[in-house]
């Protein structure tokens, strides 16, 4: 494979798009690590709610990737990454220098552990509404090709300047 720069910008658009589906897998799965410390404010997170928004990004994600190879990619690196953001929102308290958290580097055991319902929910929420909007791009795009039974067009070449304006 030739490092072409359709190929640089199709894995940029695969790991944008991937970003932006790790983004709130990460502010969630550290909703459910710590609900008491997110917005809004809770003991329970509620998880069908998550679901549905995950299911929406995932139809979006969908409508903009270009195949389904892509949305699968970008659905695994987005579950990959999605529990990294969520660790570095809970150690981020650590980041200050008067703030001491021993051991940060452990914490992302329970993360995963709590994070981990989530997880497998968003996973399967995010390759259905994916793959959804991928059918629906292709449909959109299939239906905007010309037919190959529409009649071509007259050619242009043998009249004169004046019909052809007309």
């Known amino acids: 494979m030739k490092l072409t720069k359709e190929n640089i910008l199709r894995a940029g658009r695969v790991i944008v798009l991937s970003l932006a589906l790790a983004a709130p897998i990460g502010y969630f799965s550290f909703y459910v690590t710590m609900p008491s410390v997110t ?3 809770t003991t329970n997170p509620n998880l069908p709610l998550m679901a549905v928004i995950i ?3 995932g139809i979006l994600v969908g409508l903009l990737s270009e195949s389904l190879e892509a949305i699968t990619i970008e659905v695994l690196l987005s ?4 529990p990294l953001i969520s660790w570095l929102l809970f150690i981020s308290p650590s980041f200050r220098p008067h ?3 021993p051991d940060a580097s452990g914490y992302i055991y329970n ?3 709590s994070a981990l319902p989530l997880m497998i929910i ?4 995010l390759f259905v509404g994916g793959f959804i909007g ?3 791009m292709e449909n959109m795009i299939i239906k905007a090709a010309p037919s190959p039974f529409a009649e071509p067009e007259p050619s242009l070449q043998g009249r004169s300047k004046d ?3 007309q």
């Open 134 to 136: 991928t059918s629906v």
């Open 39 to 41: 917005v809004p404010t």
């Open 99 to 101: 703030i001491i958290i």
């Open 163 to 165: 019909e052809r304006k």
């Open 122 to 125: 968003s996973l399967i929420v």
């Open 79 to 82: 579950i990959v990454i999605g």
């Open 55 to 57: 299911f929406g990004l």
């Open 111 to 113: 993360v995963l552990h």
